[in-house]
């Protein structure tokens, strides 16, 4: 790009977007903290001269402006910064822009896209960012990716190459749909641009312990000198975050394969009393032989020093509401070997065998057909939509077990893969890199802004071939296939788990692993039948839910939910296979 044409890039900025809830009784969400890091980072490593912010309100330019100033005060050459506020957008926008490229927390605005226009198709370039995508707002907006007027320069940023197909998913069914209603034919996804790029990590901020610093923190958690502290960091929520039986059930059988005392430290919040006594009870039931302790992780101080504590870090993620796994990188910068459910972005982040090992996860196709056209009739709320839909999602416990138990036996290899994490998250993940690569995206969408300044722009469309779940929104099932490790369908083979009729019992009894039962099958009588029927395959169930007068969607979603519970597992010929082992560099 020749001198002086380098983009000025507008961020569209609000608090809820960009401020970490620290110490608020809702406690932190992931979008923020992921914000603002991005923001910090933005400032400080950002190669530009000018900025502009386009603010929704004044206490909001006020906060902007103290960390503008904070960060300018170490920054070596002069920074401007433009505030613009939301009330006034307009009017700045035309008939001279504040900025070539506006960039949004969210995917792009269609009404940014709409509003241009005015000004002629090329006035500037929009772009945004994934985070959570799985509400029906957010694919309401994934949709007006095809509809709304978006040149092939707008970009959406997304986290995870997971992510990326799942935005292809639902365009590209929404794009058929009106092909089929309309008429015509169309390149789905050919009006705008998708660019992964991940979020990043501050690697000075999380770094290996040191000797005093790990003594330290282990004292004030209580951790005995004799334990391996396996660590969580998240929010404690069992619908919506990572449902905690898979680790828990895990950390129970490494402690006793590897012959070691295991101290599972939760470091989280939850939204309500009854969630954390729920996570409390579970850990008694499915890990009674591990020491659990939940901290508060509301609390900045906590949030840097469990990390220091812990031997490796552990996360059983199986919630579509998850994207990246930002918990995951932090553990990488700090040191520690990962095990965590090879799910959405977490493959994109875990070298599996030489930075950790990644858990399979499987979801049950039809088990949740139902649930968007429920959630987008208002019959359901978003939380029970994600309870639902994380009730049918199976993370497979004994394989955590055995990568656990692994590294808890093998002081070299947590080492090892400690240090190769750590290396990785160097080199691919630390904020300056990523930074660069958000500036090139910039330059690179002004560019092709200008050059097609004056063109004429069409967007074809492609026929309508009707899969399960609505058009606007997919079933959870093909919308996240992306995300587990396999989709079982009806010739998959499953078998029962010797003492799962008489685990059946604690599992029902338990509102930790028992919630959501609307969908599934009610009656205990009928589950044990079920489960005496194995070993066999789906389609085999499929028939005895059908004789038994069960509907097929909920038959589907009991036996997801069995798997879930290690009740059923899928039938292998032989135990299951231990994760990849390491490799040396």
């Known amino acids: ?69 904070e960060h300018s005060a ?28 506006i960039h ?29 995508l799985c509400s029906a707002d957010a694919v309401a907006l994934l949709r007006e990716l095809v509809t709304a007027p978006f040149e092939p320069y707008d970009a959406l940023i997304c986290t995870s190459r997971a992510v990326e197909r799942m935005v292809r998913e639902v365009t590209g069914t929404y794009a058929d749909y009106l092909c089929s209603r309309l008429g015509g034919a169309a390149a789905p996804n050919s009006a705008f641009r998708l660019e992964t790029i991940p979020l990043g990590v501050d690697v000075e901020r999380f770094r290996p312990a040191s000797p005093g610093e790990r003594s330290a923190a282990r004292r004030a958690l209580g951790v005995a000198d004799d334990e391996l502290a396996v660590l969580f960091v998240g929010r404690l929520s069992h619908h919506a975050k990572a449902h905690p039986f898979p ?15 295991l101290h599972l430290i ?19 039931a499915f890990a009674p032989t591990v020491r659990t302790s939940i901290v508060d992780g509301r609390e900045p101080a906590t949030r840097r020093f469990v990390w220091h504590a812990a031997d490796l870090f552990a996360s059983p993620s199986d919630s579509i509401q998850e994207t990246f796994g930002l918990a995951v990188l932090e553990a990488m910068a700090s040191g520690l070997p990962v095990v965590a459910s090879d799910w959405d972005g977490y493959r994109d982040l875990v070298d599996n065998g030489r930075t950790g090992f990644l858990v399979p996860t499987a979801m049950v196709e039809g088990a949740t057909v139902g649930a968007t056209a429920r959630l987008l009739c208002g019959e359901l709320s978003y939380d029970y939509f994600l309870a639902e839909c994380g009730q049918a999602v199976a993370v497979d416990a004994p394989a955590m077990a055995v990568a656990i138990a692994r590294l808890a036996a093998d002081d070299a290899l947590r080492r090892r893969m400690g240090e190769a994490g750590r290396r990785r998250a160097r080199e691919e993940f630390a904020w300056p890199a990523v930074v660069r690569r958000y500036e090139e995206l910039w330059r690179d969408q002004d560019e092709r802004r200008r050059s097609l300044a004056g063109a004429s ?4 469309a492609a026929g309508w071939h009707g899969p399960g779940g609505p058009a606007a929104y997919p079933a959870p099932e093909r919308s ?14 499953l078998a029962s788990v010797p003492g799962a009729v008489e685990a059946l019992g604690t599992v029902l009894g338990l509102p930790l692993t028992h919630h959501a039962a609307g969908r599934r099958a009610g009656d205990p009588g009928l589950i044990r039948a079920a489960i005496a029927r194995t070993p066999c395959t789906l389609a085999d169930l499929d028939g005895f839910w059908s004789t038994s007068g069960v509907d097929p969607g909920i038959g ?20 299951p296979a231990p994760p990849e082992g390491d490799r040396h560099e």
């Open 1 to 69: 790009m020749a001198a002086g044409t380098e983009p000025v890039v507008a961020l569209i900025y609000e608090d809820d977007a960009y401020v970490e809830a620290v110490g608020a009784a809702s406690g932190p969400m992931g979008r923020q903290v992921a914000g603002r890091s991005f923001l910090d980072a933005l400032l400080r490593h950002g190669g530009f001269s000018e900025l502009a912010a386009i603010v929704r309100d004044r206490p909001s330019a006020a906060g902007l402006v103290e960390t503008w100033r």
């Open 74 to 101: 170490s920054y070596p050459r002069p920074r401007t910064l433009r505030i613009i506020e939301r009330a006034e957008l307009s009017r700045s926008l035309f008939p001279a822009p504040p900025a070539t490229v």
């Open 104 to 132: 949004s927390p969210q995917p792009p605005e269609p009404g940014l896209a709409w509003a241009r226009q005015q000004g002629g198709p090329h006035a500037f370039a929009l772009c945004g960012v994934t985070h959570t």
């Open 247 to 261: 680790l828990f059930r895990a950390a129970g059988a490494a402690a006793r394969e590897a012959g070691k005392s």
């Open 266 to 284: 939760l470091a989280g919040w939850s939204a309500h009393p009854a969630v954390r006594d729920a996570f409390r009870e579970g850990a008694r």
């Open 457 to 460: 722009m069409r967007v074809d």
């Open 480 to 493: 996240f296939a992306g995300y587990p490790t396999r989709l079982l369908d009806a010739g998959d083979r």
């Open 556 to 575: 589907r979603a009991t036996v997801a939910w069995m798997l879930k519970y290690d009740l059923l597992r899928i039938d292998r010929d032989e135990s």
